[in-house]
Structure formats: C-alpha cells, structure tokens
C-alpha cells in the first residue's frame, strides 16, 4: 500500500510509529503479511448517551481515536489455524486526536486490567463472555482483524461505550526494526535487569541497540516489580525519546516515515485503508502531543499471575471527560 500521503503529518507518524513502540509490552504494531484492512470501523457501542452523576451525557463528535496494539508473538503476522490464538495485546493504548486543543492525548491501558470480555466459540461466533485480562481480549479470534475487533469492543465497553476509530497492531519484532531505524533511543534504566539483560544498568543512561530496546519495553518478569506498571512507565519514557528522534528524522526526510512504517508492514494489521490514512494525516498532522493518562487501580496477586483491579468510580470519570459531552 501506498503512504505518500503520511508524510506530510509528521506527528501522526510519529505518534503512530510511536505508540508502535511503546506497544512493545507485547510491542506489535500493524499485523499481517499484506497489510490488512477491511474498510470502516464498527461503532462498538459508540453513538449512546450515558448518565453519570445524574446528568446526561453523549459521545464526543469532535475527537477521533486510533487504538494502537503491541501483540506478543514474533515474526510476522500468522493467521491462526482457529478462532483462539497465543498473542496477547500486551500493550493497549489509545490516541485520542482532539480538535478543540489539536493536540493528541494518549490513554495508555494496563494489559492486566480484569474486564469482561466477548469470547468466540469454534466457529467464530460470539460464545458468551469471560473476565479476565484485558491482553487475552486479543487470543480471541485468529489473530488478525477479529481479534483486534475483539479487543476494540472490550476497550470500548470498558469505557462506557466509547467509540473507537481506527485500529493498528503490531507484533513484538516490529520495535527492533523501529529503534534502530531512528538511531537507538536513550534512556536512564530505573529497573533491575540484572537477570535479563546485564547491559542495562540500573541508574545509567544506556543508548538502546535493537536488543536492548526489545529488553527494556518488552521484559516484566524477573525485571524490578515484575508489575506491568512499571513497564508502562518505561513505555512513557522511551515513547518521548522515540518521538523526538522520529521528528528530526522526518524533518530530514520527508519520506522517512513511509518508508518506515513499510519496514513494519508484515508486522502489523490495521483497518485503515490508504485514503483513511491520508485524511489522517491532513486533519491532524500538525498536532501536538497532549496528556500521557493512565486509569486508576490496584495491583493484585492472583492464583497465578498479577491483575490490576481498575478503580471504577474514577474510571468512569476518565471515561466522561475523555470521550463525552454534557448534554
């Protein structure tokens, strides 16, 4: 496919390519071969008013949000043989293009968060629901668009029916070609790597090769905490970095970021066609980066591995204030 048009917006690419990166929980950015794309959205609850705190409230109609997915699997994009895969959405983020402020909010998710999610039965058809994980949202389908659909309407129903655009994922290998591309970012590593990658020290500032980048956005076992906020937080980090190198990149090459997301593009599936990428790119290239959020909540041990418990009051706020209108 075609991205002539991408270059022109150099914060969309940056934020797209971007959050690729930070995607890397799982970091996997645009998935399949050919990069896929079945054409519109689906509206997953979008266009319903809601009542909070006694008032009403109606989806916003001057933002549009980009769900961006790191999915934990190497290699390119694989089909699954059934409608149940291994990659989990490790990473979880929104980009929120508001036209009021032009800037760009990003809602980054915990990959633990415990919601109810659609589960596919042999067939593919819809076979009840399951609470758990936000990540296995993405296991249920074959690891392509039904996956990400399924995902899409698991965040969306999170938060309140909020209506999610666009979607773009990415498999974990994507973030080695992507750091090296813009250099290697530098980082101060905050966390103990000591059992996973001696290389990076703890409380150096450390210019990340391929390897290293993998290592640093992708480990949570055996790393510090081991809690996937802490990996987060690192995402944040890296994600400042990769940006500001991207800019000087594309402010050198105005075909640097089109070229880039082609290295990507076995990697990744998204529903966004050529012309959709476009039009993206003319509304909202010459945004800037707004808020990094986070919902609120608690980490918990569970029978076998950690859940983030979400603080619903204070979920429900974000919800309001990022993707509603009073009316």
Do not use: W
Request: with cysteine; glycine share 10%.
């Amino acid at each position: 496919m075609g991205r002539r048009g991408l270059t022109k917006g150099a914060f969309l690419a940056a934020a797209l390519i971007l959050i690729f990166v930070m995607l890397y929980s799982g970091l996997q950015i645009l998935g399949s071969t050919v990069l896929q794309n079945k054409g519109a959205p689906v509206a997953t609850g979008a266009g319903k008013t809601v009542v909070y705190e006694g008032a009403e409230y109606y989806p916003r109609q001057d933002i549009t949000v980009v769900m961006l997915l790191g999915i934990d699997e190497e290699g390119p994009v694989v089909e699954s043989a059934a409608y149940n895969n291994s990659g989990g959405a490790d990473m979880i983020t929104l980009l929120i293009f508001d036209q009021k402020t032009q800037t760009c909010d990003l809602l980054v998710l915990n990959r633990d968060s415990m919601v109810e999610m659609p589960v596919l039965g042999l067939t593919g058809k819809p076979a009840g629901t399951l609470y758990g994980q936000l990540a296995l949202s993405h296991t249920y389908g074959r690891g392509l668009e039904d996956s990400c659909e399924n995902t899409r309407t698991t965040v969306s129903d999170m938060l309140l029916g909020a209506q999610i655009d666009y979607y773009f994922s990415m498999n974990m290998d994507g973030i080695a070609i992507l750091n090296d591309a813009v250099g290697g970012v530098e980082v101060t590593v905050r966390d103990d790597f000591s059992a996973v990658d001696p290389t990076l020290v703890m409380g150096q500032k450390v210019h990340l090769n391929s390897q290293q980048a993998v290592h640093y956005l992708r480990s949570r076992q055996g790393v510090g905490t081991g809690l996937n906020m802490s990996r987060m937080e690192r995402h944040k980090e890296y994600m400042r970095g990769f940006v500001a190198l991207l800019k000087e990149n594309l402010r050198d090459d105005p075909l640097y970021a089109s070229q880039l997301l082609a290295q990507v593009e076995a990697y990744s599936v998204t529903d966004c066609s050529t012309t959709v990428l476009n039009r993206l790119a003319s509304d909202y290239g010459d945004y800037t980066l707004g808020r990094i959020l986070s919902p609120e909540g608690e980490n918990v041990l569970g029978d076998e591995f950690y859940e983030f418990h979400l603080d619903e009051k204070a979920l429900e706020k974000l919800a309001i204030e990022l993707f509603f209108d009073k009316k």
